[in-house]
């Protein structure tokens, strides 16, 4: 056990996750995903069309957005009402990436799929938290395009999820809240598919250098901390049959 870590947790132990899908009716797909206090709207949007660059190559496209809700965090945050800023931007590129990652766009014919990832409460980890919920609102999605004639088979490949791990008070940790991730030595996001791949990994250290081997037991922590993940998203979706 690491000190100080919120309700005892071990070191390889992440927080708690629910996946609770159909919360926004309107949407093709959606789910509300919470891992211990971070919570996150994810919500999956069919549109017929494509953008212009993208229409000579036949295929449909998958993209994403993302937002903090003015008091998802303990000071109101400004809404972002002139277009993404940086933080944001990259967040929501990579929430793209990880989704296409796992997606035969040639399937969807000319049709882009948004996923809006919406923070409703941040406590650490929002931008995995957003893509392992993401993954459940497009999969529903895909599903809903399936059902109404739009696709022949489903454009998903395999699961995709992403977790954090870190070094705090010199251990290896999984799943970091916001007051580890306050205070970590290395933070580091590993987003991954079920298969065992990677998609991205981003590490960070904010001290200290870290060494091979420390890297490679953060990895490892990952790739175990990204089952349980992959079993959460598995039982949402078998849910919502």
Known sequence: MTAGRTGGRRADQARPISIETGVAPYAEGSCLI??????VLCAAS???????WREKSGAGWVTAE?????????TRTSRERTGAKGRTQEIQRLIGRSLRSVTDMSRMGLYTITVDCDVMQADGGTRTASI?????????AC??????????????????????????????????????????????????TRRGALVEVQGTA??????????????DLAT????????????????AR
């Open 66 to 74: 993302y937002a903090l809700l003015p008091r998802s965090t303990h």
């Open 224 to 239: 175990a901390g990204l089952e349980t993940l992959f079993a959460a998203q598995a039982r949402a979706l078998d849910s």
């Open 143 to 192: 599903r809903w395009m399936l059902a109404e004639g739009i696709v022949e088979s489903s454009p998903l490949l395999e699961p995709v999820a992403a977790v954090s791990v870190g070094i705090v008070d010199a251990a290896a940790v999984l799943d970091l809240d916001y007051g580890e991730d306050s205070r970590a030595q290395v933070d580091m996001n590993v987003v991954g």
């Open 46 to 52: 069919v549109t017929q069309g494509v953008e212009r």
């Open 34 to 39: 919470s891992t211990g206090e971070t919570r």
């Open 132 to 140: 392992t919920g993401a993954y459940v609102a497009l999969g529903l």
């Open 206 to 219: 904010e001290g200290d250098p870290f060494s091979r081997e420390q890297l490679d037991a953060l990895l």
